[in-house]
T-cell receptor
């Protein structure tokens, strides 16, 4: 139990569906992240929220849309995905030292949401 | 070529063996992290170190800043150590974690 909870753990969706991934952290952290993990590739940073503000969008296609309503919740809205988007999506949180320095603290990961796009 | 390279990519060991996983990096970092990912997918942080050596139970992590190299050692390995071990660098003027591709370890009983 890392204090970061992701739902659902598994998701299968068609290319025309709209779904959302949810992440909740109970650690009092002020920075949250979405990562994508594909087979045999390093973890890829997708989005960073620092003090509820999006501070990083790592050239992610617009079919992925993040939302951070408060410092303990993070969503990833999915629509019109492609089969190559099938991957493990990991949420993480950390305690940033100050605004603009998200990620300087230790990362705590959720269990991940395994997404399959048919 | 990744900025953080790990070796080996895959490793199979017998229970009780001493295991070493290596990590080399080509970018400036202020901290090096070792992470463990179990088959279910969740990732747990094992160590964060910026110099010297840290020990936690049967796990030991070392870093040589000058050589830009870190090692993770597992003593008296056990099948429950089977997982993917990932090293990552942070700092050097950026908050981003730079991840290696991971080392898949299987410990046989």
């Amino acid at each position: 139990e890392t204090g970061v909870t992701q739902t659902p753990r598994h998701l299968v969706m068609g290319m025309t569906n709209k779904k959302s991934l949810k992440c909740e952290q109970h650690l009092g952290h002020n920075a949250m992240y979405w990562y994508k993990q594909s087979a045999k590739k390093p973890l890829e940073l997708m989005f960073v929220y620092n003090f509820k503000e999006q501070t990083e969008n790592n050239s992610v296609p617009s079919r992925f849309s993040p939302e951070c309503p408060n410092s303990s919740h993070l969503f990833l809205h999915l629509h019109t995905l492609q089969p190559e988007d099938s991957a493990l999506y990991l949420c993480a949180s950390s305690q940033a030292q100050s605004r603009g320095l998200a990620g300087t603290g230790e990362l705590f990961f959720g269990e991940g949401s395994r997404l399959t796009v048919l | 070529k990744n900025e953080v390279e790990q070796s080996p990519q895959n490793l199979t060991a017998q229970e009780g063996e001493f295991i070493t996983i290596n990590c080399s990096y080509s970018v400036g970092i202020s901290a090096l992290h070792w992470l463990q990912q179990h088959p279910g997918g969740g990732i747990v942080s094992l160590f964060m170190l910026s110099s010297g050596k840290k020990k936690h139970g049967r796990l030991i992590a070392t870093i040589n800043i000058q050589e830009k190299h870190s090692s993770l050692h597992i003593t008296a390995s056990h099948p429950r150590d089977s997982a993917v071990y990932i090293c990552a660098g942070t700092g050097g003027g950026t908050y981003k974690y730079i991840f290696g591709t991971g080392t898949r370890l299987k410990v046989l009983a």
